[in-house]
């Protein structure tokens, strides 16, 4: 596969996707630049929350929980992420969800990968589900960007992927008008597992876009534990910059 790239590439090559960026992409069959691509802000292990995943400014034991996930502990057992949601992070993944750019998922998935298996004992996953859109919003949208992510990063995994399980219930208003508590509320009850047996004692990785409160994430990640599911981990290709204090 990667030959055939590099023979389409020398007849269309393809143009870096970051905006700004004229070079034409030096890796086969990708759109991202090597530049570009090492220029991109990646979400280090370094010092975090060991359930969020947020960045703590001081120095913490690997174990240290955040003051937000000890006061409200979120229904997923651990979240992580790739990238930090800054610089051209925030319009590929805009390109990609908003714009139809989905030729850009293989790049992404790269990524997503890469932060899976270094953060996770990824051979304990059992099956892959996207955080799902409301039949309304997938039919103005045409497509579900996590599912993309998450069906692509299952065959990287050869994990079984699961878009039928987990539904949206609700079609709710954009969580990124709300506030933080505001987004509780919107998103309470607004999904719901139609096939327990399917996530019944699993290892579910449940994959989206951006990580901005983890408020989407934990409340997708609740029916599937009140489902049965063993845990519940979480991977997302991006989250907001939000620092914590220790």
């Not at 070079?23 to 090597?34: N, P, Q």
């Not at 805009?94 to 953060?119: I, M, N, P």
């Not at 990580?211 to 981990?233: D, E, F, N």
Request: charged fraction near 20%; aromatic fraction near 6%.
């Amino acid at each position: 596969m990667r030959v055939l790239d590099r023979l389409a590439d020398l007849v269309w090559p393809r143009v870096c996707a970051v905006e700004g960026c004229s070079r034409a992409s030096d890796r086969a069959g990708r759109h991202l630049c090597s530049r570009c691509f090492a220029t991109l802000p990646f979400h280090e292990a370094g010092s975090a929350c060991s359930v969020c995943g947020t960045p703590i400014a001081a120095t913490v034991h690997h174990a240290f929980v955040c003051e937000t996930c000890q006061e409200e502990p979120p229904h997923y057992a651990c979240a992580r992420s790739a990238l930090l949601y800054e610089g051209p992070v925030g319009q590929l993944v805009q390109d990609f969800k908003f714009h139809r750019a989905t030729w850009l998922c293989e790049d992404l998935v790269d990524l997503l990968e890469g932060a899976v298996r270094a953060k996770f004992a990824f051979p304990e996953i059992d099956v892959v589900v996207p955080v799902p859109l409301h039949p309304n919003r997938l039919r103005e949208r045409g497509y579900n960007q996590s599912a993309l992510l998450a069906q692509a990063l299952a065959q990287r995994l050869n994990r079984r992927f699961d878009d039928a399980s987990l539904i949206r219930t609700l079609d709710i208003e954009h969580q990124a008008r709300l506030s933080g508590d505001a987004r509780q509320n919107n998103l309470r009850n607004a999904f719901s597992v139609v096939r327990p047996p399917w996530v019944r004692g699993r290892t579910v990785l449940l994959v989206d876009d951006v990580m901005t409160t983890g408020t989407t994430l934990s409340q997708c990640a609740a029916p599937l534990v009140k489902a049965g599911a063993a845990r519940v981990w979480c991977a997302t290709l991006a989250r907001a910059v939000r620092r914590s204090d220790a």
